[in-house]
């Protein structure tokens, strides 16, 4: 097992001039790396310890020391140890070494970086618009610290460049970005030959809102607030997420009774979810008696929320330096037998529904997602263990109380519209016995730790397994008690690229279906 002194050590004796290399327990590396060595420190933790980076992110720093700073966040692999990279950008020389032929993740996260700060990564074989669209100023980068609002924004009606499949019988099929129902916008283009799927391009960022830009001032109390509503369905992960970054810039540690709760809250939220996508996918395959139920079980669950916390999203009950709601005896209760009643009532709906042959032959090898193509792409959460890549940061690397009790990650290996209904209805009962394990074990004592203030400038991130996959946030301090940079990762911005290949092969029809069983949030992407 690779800990914290092997890596540091080992870091020590590269020839790649790094400086100020600090271990910062548990699980953290910090280096300083020179720009033009970005690649080499890449290409040195890609082939020693199995590291890819699952972050990076720019900062407008020229206030306090002239120029820019980027950073990298690798995870290593097989290691609860993360490397926090950082370099700097002169602020007369706008440019950065790109990391896109290495991993297809860091691309997108250097088109992000060209649009919001102007950073231009060098050699990066596609700088196509990514988070704002062509009708924004080609000079007007919104999260710099002097951005400011442009007097008007002009769509002269220029086409996003699309890439087209050209041949003969290849036509191209457009959907949305306004669809059918109350869903969020977003564009899919299908190039198709008769009825088979031979190329999708998605464009995403209809509904992008500037919630980097927004957390800028705020205190960490309202910054709470924010996270929980990136993304509605995932409020307490990203909550969560966003307390642990802040935390461990106070350096304070929750008292254990919070970290249990945090636990109950979290995996109630994942619960719901499940139930629901269970019942979705089997509408998406004609079969609404599923749905039906699955609708009536997640009412009970959003009441159980309400009831306990007052928000049927479990809104309000997290604050920085522990939990604001705690669960009376009574409540436990509560939890313990609607729970019970609920997983009985939803593993009999799924008996129904995984013996009708209408179903399974819809959903057996239907948007196959290849465990190489997950890897690559570096897809989170539920559809990369649906691909047989065994990760759960619940397990490996244990924020909250997870540490102590004992998570179980199921894993298939098809790949398919199956595969990830049935790792969602593995990942419900697991979430059923982890509310159970962490109630039987529950502490007595206090659920918050007060935070006085922040130290102005130092970084830290958080990182939480929400029902969809990995969360990260990483929050700057400011002056007085602020927040001067905060950036997210929902699961959704490595997965939704994942999409255009699970698709590939299946005929126009099955879209619906893979896209349900994906189920990725556009307000996580559209940040």
């Not at 602020?91 to 950065?96: A, G, H, S």
């Not at 992000?112 to 990564?121: A, M, N, S, T």
């Not at 699309?162 to 190039?191: K, L, M, N, Q, Y």
């Not at 595969?419 to 007595?444: C, G, Q, Y």
């Amino acid at each position: 097992m690779i800990d914290l002194n092997i890596v540091s050590r080992q870091l020590h004796a590269t020839a790649l001039g790094l400086t100020d290399i600090v271990m910062r327990a548990p699980r953290q590396v910090r280096v300083t790396v020179k720009r033009e060595m970005i690649p080499a420190l890449a290409d040195y933790l890609r082939d020693r310890f199995g590291g890819r980076p699952e972050l990076i992110l720019a900062e407008d720093t020229r206030t306090q020391r002239g120029e820019f700073t980027l950073r990298y966040i690798f995870e290593l692999e097989g290691a609860d140890v993360f490397v926090v990279a950082t370099a700097f950008v002169p602020e007369d020389d706008r440019t950065f070494p790109s990391l896109a032929t290495r991993w297809y993740l860091a691309s997108r996260f250097e088109r992000e970086i060209l649009d919001l700060f102007g950073l231009r990564p060098v050699d990066h074989p596609d700088l196509r618009r990514l988070p704002l669209h062509q009708f924004w100023p080609a000079e007007y980068h919104p999260l710099l610290k002097d951005a400011s609002p442009p007097d008007k924004f002009v769509d002269d009606g220029t086409p996003y460049p699309f890439r087209h499949v050209e041949g003969e019988g290849i036509h191209e099929i457009t959907v949305g970005p306004v669809h059918a129902g109350i869903i969020e916008p977003g564009h899919f283009r299908f190039s198709v030959e008769g009825e088979t799927i031979i190329n999708l391009e998605s464009r995403l960022y209809f509904v992008h809102k500037g919630i980097e830009r927004l957390f800028e001032t705020m205190t960490p109390a309202a910054g709470v607030e924010l996270a929980e509503r990136i993304s509605g369905d995932s409020s307490v992960a990203h909550a969560v997420a966003f307390c642990q970054a802040v935390e461990s810039l106070a350096g304070v540690t929750i008292p254990p009774r919070a970290a249990y709760l945090r636990v109950v809250l979290l995996e109630l939220e994942r619960i719901y979810n499940h139930i629901a996508d269970f019942g979705a996918i089997c509408t998406d395959t004609g079969f609404a008696f599923a749905n039906a139920h699955a609708m009536r079980l997640r009412e009970e669950m959003l009441r159980l929320n309400a009831r306990l916390v007052g928000h049927r999203l479990l809104r309000g009950a997290l604050v920085p330096g522990g939990v604001r709601c705690d669960l009376s005896q009574s409540q436990v209760r509560d939890v313990r037998t609607t729970l019970a009643r609920v997983i009985a009532d939803f593993d009999e709906v799924v008996d129904i529904a995984i013996n009708n042959s209408s179903v399974l032959d819809r959903l057996h090898g239907t948007g196959h997602l290849t465990e190489k193509t997950a890897r690559d792409m570096q897809v989170a959460g539920l559809v990369a263990r649906a691909s047989g890549i065994d990760a759960d940061a619940r397990r490996d690397h244990p924020f909250a109380a997870y540490g102590h009790l004992q998570v179980n990650v199921p894993v298939f290996n098809s790949g398919d519209v199956w595969a990830r209904m049935m790792v969602r209805v593995e990942e419900a009962h697991e979430a059923f016995n982890l509310i159970t394990r962490a109630l039987d074990a529950l502490p007595e004592g206090k659920i918050l730790e007060a935070i006085e203030a922040l130290p102005a400038g130092a970084s830290d991130f958080g990182l939480v397994e929400g029902w969809r996959g990995s969360i990260f946030h990483w929050v700057v301090a400011g002056e007085d008690n602020s927040l001067s940079r905060v950036k997210v990762k929902d699961p959704s911005f490595a997965n939704w690229p994942a999409l255009n290949y699970a698709i590939l092969k299946n005929i126009v029809p099955d879209f619906p279906l893979v896209n349900k069983s994906f189920n990725l949030s556009y307000a996580g992407n559209d940040l």
